[in-house]
């Protein structure tokens, strides 16, 4: 199952606490162990110390590492790490994230949080209260229903049928009036159509708290999640239930992204354009901008679910992209389409032309219809539109 391990290292004493849970990890799994830093033009020593340190780790438990420094100081953190993994066939990233405080720079809200929204392969994350003795004899899966819950569920299944142990699938409502079926049901029918014991259980409350209570009482080592519900990728990790007990679970925490959670949309900010002399007519604009030192607001990549407003999504990533109307009435919130295809609800702002020659769309209405899209968005200020800005 995890045949191939990847820890990212910054040094920091919860980053050396995920080493300690993906060493234990190798071991249960008879896996191979990677250990890797992101050289920071900064810090440069540092990065060669922080893997030796964890390297040693290690080795002491009988573990011979691979380990490497990833040079690409162009690239952000996240980048380079979810990239090495994928060419590397990793089948797990460990991580360190700091829970209440939020220091360094495996903080949520920084590389941490990235690589959870957008890696492609489970993320295992430890802060500094977890327990670090990974075993998964008790593994437990909260479940709303949602296709987050359905893909963790199938990885917890998974997990617990290569080391044997039993899953709890736990329902967390808010109060009233219990229904008819939980969506523990289908758990409990998947797990034991897998020859998987199951336990299920219903609480009520405030979700993560209900799951890190149901942790303790059911001496649980480790909780499978996905990564959004029915919230939503876009809340995820901006008040979710998964940010949050990822923030303060007793115990690690894998979290798994389903195969498909809509469209990835790469967007590029139109002020790069004018401030670089590039073009819209640049057949290489993206290529151009993911070699430039840019910001993630400005150049960068998001998920947006199926039905999901461009705007919103971006909005939920913590980007600050221009609008007004919200209602397709006026060209503040205008992008330009250069790859793939999106639907627009609403459109009372731009002219057949505009849309057909300039390629522009109204991303607080639009959204994606292929499974990648690429745009330019702050397209207000062309030339064409600045007059009509609100």
């Known amino acids: 199952m995890y045949d191939e391990i990847l820890v990212p290292t910054d040094g920091s004493e919860v980053a050396e606490r995920a080493g300690t849970v993906a060493v234990r990890m190798a071991e249960l799994f008879g896996a191979d162990l990677t250990v890797v830093s992101v050289r920071e033009p900064d810090n440069k020593g540092g990065a060669k110390r922080a893997v030796r340190d964890l390297e040693e780790v290690a080795i002491e438990a009988g573990l ?39 220091i360094g720079r495996f903080l949520l809200g920084s590389v941490a949080e990235q690589t959870l929204q957008q890696s492609p392969i489970p993320v295992v994350t430890v802060h500094e209260d977890t327990a670090i003795d990974f075993e998964v004899a008790d593994v437990l899966v909260p479940t709303d229903g949602s296709e987050g819950a359905e893909a963790a ?47 299920t259980a219903t609480r009520s409350g405030r979700p993560h708290e209900a799951i890190a209570g149901y942790t303790a009482e059911a001496g649980i080592d480790v909780v499978v999640m996905g990564t959004h519900g029915r919230t939503g990728l876009r809340r995820y990790l901006l008040g979710s239930v998964t940010e949050r007990t990822v923030r303060f679970s007793p115990v690690p925490v894998v979290s798994v992204k389903p195969e498909s959670v809509g469209a990835t949309v790469e967007f590029l900010d139109y002020e790069v354009i004018e401030d670089r002399d590039w073009s819209l007519e640049d057949d290489d604009l993206f290529e151009k901008a993911a070699d430039a030192d840019l910001v993630t607001k400005a150049h960068g990549t998001m998920a947006v679910e199926k039905g999901e407003y461009i705007l919103e999504a971006a909005e939920a990533e913590g980007y600050d992209w221009p609008f007004y109307c919200r209602g397709g009435g006026c060209i503040n919130c205008a992008a330009v389409l250069v790859d793939g295809e999106v639907e627009m609800e609403v459109n009372r ?29 702050n397209a207000k200020q062309l030339d064409q539109l600045r007059d009509r800005i609100i």
């Open 153 to 199: 569920t199938e990885h917890a299944i998974d997990l617990v049928t290569e080391v044997g142990g039993t899953l709890h699938a736990l329902n967390v409502t808010s109060g009233g009036r219990e229904k008819e079926s939980s969506p523990t049901d289908d758990v409990r029918d998947r797990g034991e159509a897998a020859g998987v014991e199951v336990v």
């Open 64 to 102: 011979t590492p691979q380990t490497e420094i990833i040079n690409d100081e162009q690239a952000a953190i996240h980048r380079a790490i979810i990239d090495y993994a994928g060419e590397h066939g990793v089948d797990v990233v460990v991580m360190g994230t700091h829970g209440r405080t939020g």
């Open 349 to 377: 702002s731009l002219s057949d032309e505009e849309m057909d020659e300039m390629n522009l769309r109204l991303t607080c209405v639009a959204t994606p219809t292929t499974d990648e899209v690429k745009l330019v968005y």
